[in-house]
């Protein structure tokens, strides 16, 4: 059965940096889009940053363009999340995904396997 895991995440300071891996087992996912979503406490599941099989890549303009980087190794079939600078305001819940299709989705409706979470938390 397919799966994704999520790990790295934390409580650090403002400024500071995390890095975030997904795992994936019970299958491979080197031709899968990858994405990150976060969520936090009484906001929607939002779009972060997504990664193509062939390493495009899309970031939020707004949230983590110039902040996160997004990087995957389809050898060992995980997929990264660096993030520095980060702000109170990235305090969420991060969560992997995959997504078979070709194009890069930012809406989570369309991925198909998702991971369980992991916390991320910024104090001032």
């Known amino acids: 059965q397919a799966q994704l895991v999520e790990s790295g995440g934390g409580l650090v300071q403002a400024g500071g940096s995390l890095r975030l891996s997904c795992a994936a087992s019970g299958r491979t996912f080197s031709t899968y889009t990858l994405g990150w979503f976060r969520q936090a406490p009484g906001k929607e599941r939002e779009f972060v940053a997504a990664?193509?099989?062939?390493?495009?890549?899309?970031y939020h303009p707004d949230s983590a363009k110039g902040r996160f980087t997004i990087s995957r190794d389809n050898a060992k079939n995980t997929m990264y999340l660096q993030m520095n600078s980060l702000k109170p305001e990235d305090t969420a819940v991060y969560y992997c995904?995959?997504?078979?299709?070709?194009?890069?989705?930012?809406?989570?409706?369309?991925?198909?396997?998702w991971g369980q979470g992991t916390q991320v938390t910024v104090s001032s």
């Open positions: 995904a995959a997504d078979r299709g070709w194009n890069f989705n930012t809406t989570p409706q369309n991925y198909d396997y």
């Open positions: 990664i193509s099989w062939n390493g495009n890549t899309l």
